[in-house]
């Protein structure tokens, strides 16, 4: 596999959006840290917007991702590269959506996602394996963090009823 060393990554601008701003070089488990590296912009960006603009910012960044990706993978000539994470930074925001406040809620989505991401329930290990290009690389993960996302809402759910 073409792994780009970090001075590459950060020499293509495609590339440094894929590859989470270089989290996806680490060299084991690249998708955890991915997901770790999204938490920060989470909480700087996301976690006190409206729904409406998180949603929008959903969308934005889901877009952006299937091109960003897609040429990244095609650079490197390898579909969805172990270093290409961007579709983890948007899976765990997907996650996040609307969750409670408080870094105990940030650790059970983060958990949750993870989970969902590595299992792969149906259709999302259906989806990783049909569904190719930037598209591809994108949607098992923005799935993984729907599933994620409904689990983490149940959970709240539940929590305010004990």
């Known amino acids: 596999m073409n792994t780009p060393s970090l001075k590459q990554v950060f020499a293509n601008p495609y590339h440094v959006f894929a590859f989470g701003f270089g989290s996806g070089l680490a060299p084991k488990a690249p998708g955890t840290f991915g997901t770790l590296a ?24 889901f ?19 172990g270093g ?5 930074f948007v899976g765990f925001w997907i996650t996040m959506f609307m ?10 989505g983060f958990v949750l996602f993870r989970v969902f ?3 792969k329930p149906w259709p999302i290990s259906w989806l990783d394996k ?10 098992d993960d923005a799935l993984a963090g ?14 305010r009823f004990l």
């Open 130 to 139: 049909k569904v190719h290009g930037g598209f591809g690389i994108m949607i």
């Open 146 to 159: 729907v599933y994620a996302l409904i689990v983490l809402q149940l959970i709240a759910f539940s929590v």
């Open 63 to 81: 877009a952006l991702g299937v091109f960003w990706c897609d040429r990244s993978s095609k650079a490197l000539g390898v579909h969805d590269h």
């Open 117 to 119: 991401d590595i299992v």
């Open 99 to 108: 969750a409670p406040a408080g870094w105990m809620w940030i650790v059970i």
């Open 84 to 88: 290409i994470v961007w579709d983890e």
């Open 38 to 61: 999204a938490i920060p912009l989470f909480m700087l960006l996301l976690q006190d917007l409206t729904w409406p603009l998180y949603l929008l910012w959903l969308l934005v960044t």
